[in-house]
């Protein structure tokens, strides 16, 4: 069955960087569509990008820019690299993926149409 594993969270101080990484397991073919989320605290998840299985990708607009997703099919490994955080990045990143559904051509695929997700890594943005 398949598995998604993410790494990379931590703490930073305002204006750091990370990288964010999803780990595909169980799977021998690509997703259609793999897409980051976050939640922060009291609030609900929210999209923050998605990417498909042609390399499509689409970053939440306020954060365009700042974040950017990419995959590495070889190595079945979805990425989100963070620069310029700010302390309202702060939340746990979750990623997701989907065999059924390919991603949109512009737009986020909402959290309901993925099939799979990960645990989640905590990201801190505080000085």
């Known amino acids: 069955q398949e598995q998604l594993v993410e790494s990379g969270g931590g703490s930073v101080q305002p204006g750091g960087s990370l990288r964010l990484s999803c780990a595909v397991l169980?799977?021998?073919?690509?997703?259609?569509?793999m897409g980051w989320f976050r939640q922060a605290p009291g609030k609900d998840r929210e999209g923050v990008a998605n990417i498909g299985i042609n390399h499509n990708a689409n970053v939440r607009y306020v954060l365009e820019g700042r974040f950017t997703i990419s995959q590495d099919s070889a190595k079945s490994t979805l990425y989100l690299k963070m620069n310029n955080l700010h302390p309202e990045d702060t939340g746990i990143y979750y990623c997701a993926a989907s065999w059924k559904r390919y991603c949109h051509a512009a737009g986020l695929v909402q959290a309901p149409d993925f099939d799979v997700w990960g645990q989640g890594t905590q990201v801190t943005v505080s000085s």
């Open positions: 169980g799977r021998t073919y690509s997703a259609y569509c």
